[in-house]
């Protein structure tokens, strides 16, 4: 992957700091009974402040079980073939709001805004991993493993998602290995990843260490997704923050590569810095893409997958700021090779989805991934020769060298380049164009069905938390 | 000399210096200046001015909450020796804490840092509060508003049992309840029953003054 000339003075830099910080400082575990087990890993822990430290044998050991080139598959068993090549791009989550796909009206997202919204996904082309990208709200306490069983019957695609407590990670792993085959399959080819966030600097709360421990026993991927913000809870300073997110990413490696050696773990990070003005945190800012671009480089420098926040946007519609915020939230990540780009669908500093800007998105990314390419290396034999035949004042256009090529550049589904007569006539706006694409995709949209002895298996699963599970919701 | 010092100590606020302003309120005290006065005519035009500054974008969120910090240095000399009967004009008592089962303090704590820099005395209890320590706060501070705050789509739901607990300990007629937290929503305020939702640190500002019927 591509690096800034930078990227290699930062990460040597930032390693550095984040093992000075670990190993005279550490870092907190606030459960007694993991505490215990650190301490008989070989973690230095003080029992009363739940402090721990790393030691540099332990680092050495983790960095050297840490997987590389780990690969994510569908629920069908096929790799994600550009993983780790070039940027692949993940649904965002898990606000608890939307834009109600046909009033617009900012409301509560439900069970049926995740069925869509995952539905969605799975159809556009772009979009390479999916989330429930909005909590189901009218699904009470057991939402997590409602919002997993429709990831798992509406798309084929790589998934992400978490537990919101440990009780419930059986359940979920049980329903992950079903539609595979059983855990062997999973492990073989997991097409599942899960994720949880720490508060920084340095804390993790028990729910989180417990739950990111479970999933660790049953061999599933995990993401270490630091959300700092700059000025608040890490350094106002970039470099400063990415130390944070560092700190608290690298401490967890370690205990979870000496704990459950082997475990793959994706280094995430959707980080922003805080606004003086408003204390808001503002994603679709530039420092968005900067200090996330930042998780992408210690994430090579590790050798492991990075999970980035981008392709962000502050905008409540989508408009100017939304396509300015989310292409410059985005281009960063890609610039420093970011893994996956964690972001599609969600407006308003992440605190909402919109089934239009998802649809957008898609757009974005296809224009980007065009840009992305550069101008290519190859052969020029003929189009020297061709150049030579046609000059002077030539026509291309009738060469069948045209005719060959044309395709590799980028034509938009919904952007316009139509000229000021024909748009006009057409009269539908951006917006309107992403609306009826959304009604369509959801109205005519049938991701591959789960067997039926699969379904019958989710149901029994999930009726042991919710008697009343239907797949009607 | 009495004049110097609380323009002195107005200065530190506005200047966001909590180290001069501690020594200030100590030569104040030292020389007897009258430590009401340091109060209301040195400290609250300070923070007053500091809050204009920041109104008007002179001023970010840093320099607001130094000012803050600096008038509270001064504070915590010049309370304890108000005589009995004295007692520096707030625009209302705020109890402030962050719900059971979160952790998350910064948004809360700059919530604080607003209302104090506009007048209100706010006592924080922290985070991972229980209804019942909120309850037993309220009393003991004799609060005008509570604001619970609350940064995860789960903790949400202990903002719900604040309300029902302040009914259950007959205390809910007397006390306005805020809430704010990231994924909290004008709807969910008025669903579960509260009497003001502030969407940021700023607004929540003007939504206390109105919880006092104070003049923003």
Sequence with gaps: MRKSHHSETIANLVHESSVDILTKVGFCVPVDKVLARLASAGFLVDLESQMVRITPDLLDSALKTLPKDVKIYNREGNSLAHFGIDACFMGAGTPVNVFDLNSGEHRSSTRQDVCQLV?????????????????????????????????????????????????????????????????????????????????????????????????????????????????????????????????????????????????????????????????????????????????????????????????????????????????????????????????????????????????????????????????????????????????????????????????????????SRDTYDTWKEKGETIDQICSRKAQEIVANHQPPPLPASVEAEIERIMRRFLPDFSYEG | MSEELIGKLKQAVIDGEPEDAEIFAKQALDQSVDPLDCINLGLTPGIQEVGELFSKGDYYLPELIIGADAMKAALDILEPALVSGQEREVVGRVVLGTVAGDLHEIGKTLVGTMLTANGFLVTDIGVDQNSEAFVAAIKENKADIVGASALLTTTMLQQKKLIEALESAGIRDSVKVMIGGAPVTDLYAQEIGADGYAEDAISAVDIAYRLMDAPV
């Design chain 1, 119 to 415: 539905a969605i996904q799975d159809a556009l082309p772009q979009i390479d991993i999916v989330r429930p990208t909005v909590t189901a709200t009218d699904q009470g306490e057991y939402s997590d493993l409602v919002e997993i069983t429709e990831l798992l019957r509406n798309t084929t695609k790589p998934i992400v998602h978490r537990t919101l407590s440990p009780d419930r990670v059986d359940a979920a792993a049980e329903m992950l290995f079903s539609v595979v085959g059983g855990e062997k399959a999973f492990h073989a080819k997991p097409h599942f990843a899960t994720l949880y966030c720490p508060i920084s600097p340095g804390y993790f709360t028990p729910e989180n260490v417990n739950c990111m421990l479970k999933w660790a026993e049953y061999g599933v991927p995990i993401t270490l997704l630091s959300m700092a913000m700059g000025g608040a809870s890490a350094p106002v300073t970039l470099l400063g923050e990415l130390i944070v997110i560092n700190t608290d990413i690298l401490a967890w490696i370690v205990v979870l590569q000496n704990l459950y050696p082997k475990t793959s773990l994706i280094y995430g990070s959707v980080s922003a810095v805080l606004d003086m003005k408003t204390g808001l945190l503002p994603l679709g800012a530039p420092e968005r893409g900067m200090i996330n671009s930042g998780a992408a480089i210690m994430a090579n420098y590790y050798g492991i997958h990075s999970m980035c926040g981008g392709l962000s946007t502050d905008a409540k519609e989508l408009d100017a700021q939304a396509g300015f915020e989310k292409t410059n939230t985005a281009i960063p990540l890609l610039q420093e090779g970011a893994s996956i780009i964690y972001g599609v669908g969600a407006v308003d500093a992440g605190s909402a989805i919109s089934y239009q800007q998802m649809i957008f998105d898609n757009e974005i990314i296809a224009g980007i991934r065009r840009m992305w390419d550069g101008i290519s290396v190859h052969d020029i034999k003929e189009e020297i020769e061709l150049i030579k035949a046609l000059t002077p004042r030539g026509n291309f256009l009738s060469a069948p060298h045209t005719l060959q090529n044309y395709r590799r550049h980028w034509y938009p589904e919904i952007i």
